[in-house]
DNA sequence: GAGCACTGC
């Protein structure tokens, strides 16, 4: 076994203790001496259930706690507050309370955003323990497919684009008193939109309402953990900026010598050692040596982790002796949620887990017991090119706040280890921190949902970061073509009920095309599978199996109508739904999300009065429907058996995994265009030419065969790229 | 004949 070369470098990570301090110099909060419990104050706590005294000793030594008076200083002073704090404080529970003690929901409700769906709930979970209410009462939270609030409830715990969505019904988010945006450094599309949104209610409501007369200010906290902290207090109008110190252990970081070549193989030598480390290097203290401490790697993709996985089973029979036992847990998205399970259970005594994952462990989910982290320095990154409307899907290196947030991941418990498979001096230029989110994405939709708002003039929006100008005109354009606005910006009628939907607006204008051709059902399923990440799932030894059992499915009429028979069927086993997914090779949580989708686009149509309507086995209207939404992804057959676009001619092919693989119809209409090694379309529709011209009379009024001028010697990448 | 990271409404 080679050894790598790893370096030692002492964290700059402390234990630290709880202290608070302002950059701009506004305030000097002193460290408190120790906090006793104070029992007066325990009992003048109204709250109809009792609570216990253990969590308010626990409440009262958090970090965030010896900053609370702090805090409500400003938050009265300030109608922006921007605290950043490192993981491990109590920031997201305590700060809603404080709020909710001092009198903020008597003006309103406190709303928390979160980015995400599962930590809007759990959060909100504790937090009505800890206030010894009902959860759904005072405390509650709503994410998609679920509301746990009342009208009693204060503290709202949601996601960034439920708030979005919320503003698109009421635009100066008028019942809420208190906005708390959490997790703002990870810069999601929501919480961007919300910036500008935000910012724009909050002038709008530091005046009386000029009708009722009615005082209603907007108080903004913006919480992060990273450093942005001038960008953020910039944008606000120099907003303070509270720093709290969070707990955690000291992470020692090693880098390697040289830049290694292949980082799957470097890894595996890393945990490899990690593993027998104890067995020659007496250093390694007990406790360490005792508990031994699980490994967490990460990896840009599912290729990835299995490779590093079968490399390692060949390695775990011939460890030296006296080495425990290793057992290894892939973890990705995509993996069937029986099998993710796995990394979550405690490694029997006497063994060591070793956890392959994707940036899924980086913010998703958390798994205790790590004690080292191997990471790769890559991720796989989604980037819209708006030159070309198109997706790419690259590795591309990690930011130094990514680096950064991976290592953390060995010091929740215990004092850890990190490995970075890259030299610091790589380390060192990395890009401080990720591109956000709407600079790299197509934002057809954002825009829509802006123009609902009232904002009209998107190159003219106050966004925290603007998205490239190319990109915001792409996407005017499409919506321009989908008809959702007319020429001079402005939300058309159809454009007004695109935007209730909670879809791209390719996908909500074929669903409003599906009731004129009166297949509306169909469009309904087959969008909500669309909507949602594979429904299959093939395990990598059976991949024989799988294809056999897909062709159950098969229909000449495209991957579309192959997706409806999956889901007839689906819908017949019933009862036995689990054992029908796993004979089938079908992720049962994406199916049950699919159903999610589906009943709750039912009840948008319903609001709307859209009847839901059956086309029986007549499939020609649902790829019509199709064509009203897509018309721009069509493609037409050459003699050399690829396709060409029939907008722009650029050279593509059907993506392997497609059920029209090999059937090669003459015009295809795709849902998506990706460029990984070649331009693939995937989820494949066969039309008619003649249906073009009859649908989008604008676009294909002249014969579609006059736009296919062949340009030879175009090869398919290059032809997207220049 | 290729492999899709992650999240949200």
Redesign the pocket.
Known sequence: MTQPNVNKKQNNNKVVNKSIHSNKGKFELKKKPTQQPNNDKINNIKTPMEIPKEIILQKESLPVFSAKDALLKNFKEHPTVIIISETGTGKTTQIPQYLYENGYKDKGIIAITQ????AAVSISKRVSQEMGYELGEEVGYC??FDDKTNEKTKLKYM?D??LV?EAMLDSSLSKYSVIILDEAHERTLNTDVLFGLLKSIQKRREKKHPISGVYNPLKIIIMSATLDAELFSQYFNNAPVLYIEGRQFPVHIYYTEETQKDYVDAALITVLQIHIAHLTDKSIDKEEQEDGGDILVFL????EIENLEKLLLDRIPRLPKGAKDLIVCPI???LPQEQQMKVFEKAPKGSRKVILA???AET?LTINGIRYVVDSGA????IFNPKIGIDS?NIIPISKASAKQRTGRAGREFEGKCYRLYTQNTFEKLDSSSIPEIKRSNIA?VILQLKTIGINDILGFDFLESPPVASVMKSLELLYCLEAISEDGSLTELGKKMALF??DPMYSKTLIKSIEFECSEEVLIIISIL?V??IFF?PKEK?KEVEDVKKIFFSPEGDHITFLNVFREFQKSKSQQQQWCFDHFINLKSMVKVVNVFEQLIKYCFSLKLPIVSCGSDFDRVKKSFIGGFFLNTAILQPDKKYKTMVDNKEIQI???SFL?EQKPQHILYN?L?I???A?A?NIIPIEGSWLAEICPKYYGTRPQQQQKSTPNQTSIDSFTN
């Open positions: 980015p995400r769906r599962v994410v998609r996601t684009g439920m969505r840009t993709g599912r290729d990705f998205s995509a994707t940036n899924i998703s991720v796989k990154s989604k899907l939709n909670p879809l909507s990440e594979s093939t991949k993506h392997p995994t693989f998506e990706t990984t090694t070649k693939f995937r």
